[in-house]
């Protein structure tokens, strides 16, 4: 009995010292980062997070087959850790039990139910590895050689910890020592099988075997500190520290951008240049990445061959985390060395400039990781740090910059879309009318656009049917900002915001409605930041509510198929994904079919991030791939509720030469047709003023 204790508890010192080392260096690690305000705020809705997504395994059951199986290995073990109680037990006693719960006979049931579980999990991922094997098979860890050979290790050692767990307990039940009784039905049918062994026999297998489990445990927690196992101990502590209610909408940080706080010896550096620049919550993303891949499959960009694979961006920057650790930086720094700036020494500029900031990343990552973020802090310092970005995207800006709008054409052109309006919109010059109920933000797009204007006319057309008071801004319209934010020049946006918030607030602007999903976003999510806060709601939820009380009933001027694509900034990033459906389930000769990507999965148009102004010349466009979904739904009009959206989707249809069989119409402008002729007509479709 001593020999035994000694040795489990010589293995478990030598195994915690080593992995205790390791935790302690990625502590220093990550905590070196900047810092991440507000990541400990809100707690009730972290508790809620830890459950759902951590316990619940909301994200992974999302992945119907390898999410199950996932499941079944964490909360196995999690149950498992009595077993680890009771393994440690019996080293200083043969037949110990865990107090209270040692004798019941349904905690034996558990253990070996979840032990079994397991076992057929790793059967499951096993196959999957088998048919769909790694595409970078020649990537080097650090420590355990190529990825494909840890993953390997991986489920040998999980297969190993339950061998082990299950054969000293079968030997257990031999040599009287085990506390459960036949619902343990595991450890007793194994048991039958050592039986004829005889009790000396059993006595050798059950020492050997608990002290191989003890071994193989903590051999596992030390692989694991320097593996991309690394999840199983961090990514409980990413998901509580992530932003809530969720990471989507607005950017994590809006710096200061005033330099009225920097003292004249101060290192300025906007946005991330070098690891270093990171804040301590992006760190600890890089480090609890799983590699698993979700991100990746659902990214616009690399399902369209270009270069930006999130996970592999990632997984780039942890290896610049770990190989440019905090005592070389110093070092290097001390010695005056320039330590190479992250783009493009790890993350190629095609990388970068990929983004479409789509947001599917985020929404489908399991621990939580806040991918663009990260990629637009890159962009921040390319831009602002080192004049570096896309030359076509230098027009966008100086057109913004000058006129205040990415094409150049001016304020003076900002109230041309309300000349074909039968009724008058006022346009506000000074403080808003008491009469007025919404300021009517139309956008760059909405008020310049050709087509895009369409989409603004029948809005206007709508409201005003329904009876709701609207104004514009007109020339004092200006753009909000976002295409200069996500492009990464946070010193335009901020130029622009600050104008915008200070026009709004002082004519009084209370309620806003925006047809952009952009604007939507930039005024209702990002604006708080910097002063202005006002009630913003996008046109598909206004509409949603004047159809739900009864002020605005669709006809039946329309009566064919509808395919709905859900623009990212208003679907994923804002959770708006009923109304617009709401609202066309209400006219009465719309039949709804959905893209198989949709709603919180949808696939992106191509504009965001920019996007809309930078030239795409690498593999195939994105507007393309998602117009080949929206036209094998065999739809006769493809609807969303984005100017952006409009013209991506519209131009692929045109590319397609199918504009006489298909059309690309704004919410508003659908609604606006079905009214062109009573419910019960059978006159056909018609094409009233102002649709496509």
């Not at 520290?241 to 950017?251: D, E, K």
């Amino acid at each position: 009995m001593p020999l035994r204790l000694a040795i489990g508890l010589g293995v478990t010192a030598i195994a915690f010292a080593i992995a205790g080392r390791r935790f302690f260096w990625l502590y220093r690690l990550i905590s070196s980062g900047q810092p991440a305000p507000d990541r400990f705020k809100n707690v009730g809705q972290r508790i809620k997070a830890e459950i759902v997504e951590v316990v619940g395994q909301k994200k992974l059951l999302q992945w119907t087959v390898p999410g199950i199986a996932h499941a079944m290995t964490f909360w196995g073990f999690t149950v498992l850790i009595l077993t680890i109680i009771e393994a440690y037990g019996d080293l200083f006693q043969k037949n110990f039990h865990i107090p209270l719960i040692g004798h019941l006979a349904v905690i034996g049931f558990v253990e070996d139910f979840f032990a079994v579980s397991v076992i057929l999990a790793l059967v499951v991922f096993t196959a999957i590895r088998v048919k769909n094997s790694p595409q970078r098979e020649n990537r080097r860890s650090r420590f355990f050689g190529s990825h494909t050979t840890a993953a390997w290790m991986v489920l040998l050692m999980i297969a190993l910890v339950i061998i082990t767990l299950l054969g000293y307990r079968a030997a257990q039940v031999n040599t009287g020592d085990f506390p459960y009784g036949w619902w343990a039905f595991a450890s007793h049918g194994i048991a039958d099988l050592l039986h004829p062994l005889g009790t000396g026999v059993n006595n050798v297998i059950e020492t050997v075997l608990l002290l191989a489990n003890i071994a193989v445990i903590t051999s596992f927690l030390v692989f694991v500190s320097y593996s991309k196992h690394l999840h199983i101990f961090l990514a409980p502590i990413n998901v509580a520290t992530s932003r809530r209610p969720r990471a989507l909408g607005a950017l994590a940080s809006t710096p200061d951008m005033s330099m009225e706080n920097i003292g004249e010896d101060d290192e300025v550096v906007f946005g991330a240049g070098r690891i270093e620049d990171f804040s301590w919550k992006q760190l600890l993303d890089l480090a609890t990445c799983t590699e698993c891949g979700r991100c990746q499959s659902q990214c616009p960009a690399w399902n369209t061959g270009k270069p930006l694979s999130p996970k592999l961006l990632i997984m780039g920057l942890r290896d610049n985390l770990f190989a440019e650790a905090d005592r070389v930086r110093a070092r290097n720094r001390a010695a005056g060395v320039d330590v190479p700036t992250l783009v493009p020494s790890v993350i190629e500029p095609d990388v970068l400039w990929s983004c479409t900031t789509c947001g599917a990343c985020v929404e489908q990552c399991p621990v939580d990781i806040e991918h663009i973020d990260t990629i637009v802090d890159m962009r921040r310092y390319e831009v602002l740090m080192e004049s570096r970005f896309p030359t076509e995207a230098g027009l966008m800006l100086r057109n913004i910059e000058n006129q205040g709008d990415p094409w150049g054409l001016g304020s003076s052109k900002r109230t041309d879309w309300i000349e074909s309006l039968d009724f008058e919109v006022p346009v506000v010059s000074g403080t808003i009318p008491d009469d007025v109920e919404y300021l009517y933000w139309v956008g760059c797009a909405g008020a310049l656009d050709e087509r895009a204007r369409k989409g603004a006319q029948a809005t206007a057309r709508m409201l005003h049917r329904a009876g709701v008071r609207f104004a514009i801004l007109g020339p004092k319209e200006s753009c909000t900002g976002d295409p200069a934010r996500r492009l990464g020049n946070e010193y335009l946006y901020q130029e622009q915001a600050r104008s915008n918030i200070e026009t709004l607030t002082s004519a009084g602007v209370k309620k806003v409605v925006a047809s952009c999903p952009h604007c939507f976003n930039s005024l209702a999510n990002e604006y708080p930041a910097l002063g202005g806060n006002f009630e913003v709601v996008h046109h598909s939820q206004l509409l949603e509510h004047l159809v739900t009380a009864g002020k605005l009933t669709p006809g039946g001027g329309y009566r064919g198929t509808v395919t709905y694509h859900d623009p990212c900034y208003l679907g994923r990033h804002n959770r708006v994904f009923d109304e617009p459906r709401t609202v066309i389930d209400a006219i009465p000769g719309a039949t709804q079919v959905e893209m198989k990507r949709c709603r919180e999965k949808g696939f992106c148009c191509g504009a965001g991030g920019a996007r809309m102004w930078l030239e795409e010349s690498i593999g195939k466009r994105v507007n393309m791939e998602r117009t080949d979904e929206a036209l094998g739904t065999g739809a006769d009009v493809v609807s969303t509720a984005c100017p952006y959206c409009m013209i991506m989707l519209d131009d692929a249809v045109r590319a397609n030469q199918k504009e006489e069989e298909v059309r690309v119409l704004d919410l508003s402008q659908l609604v606006e047709e079905s009214l062109a002729t009573p419910v019960g007509s059978t006159s056909g479709q018609a094409d009233p003023a102002g649709s496509a």
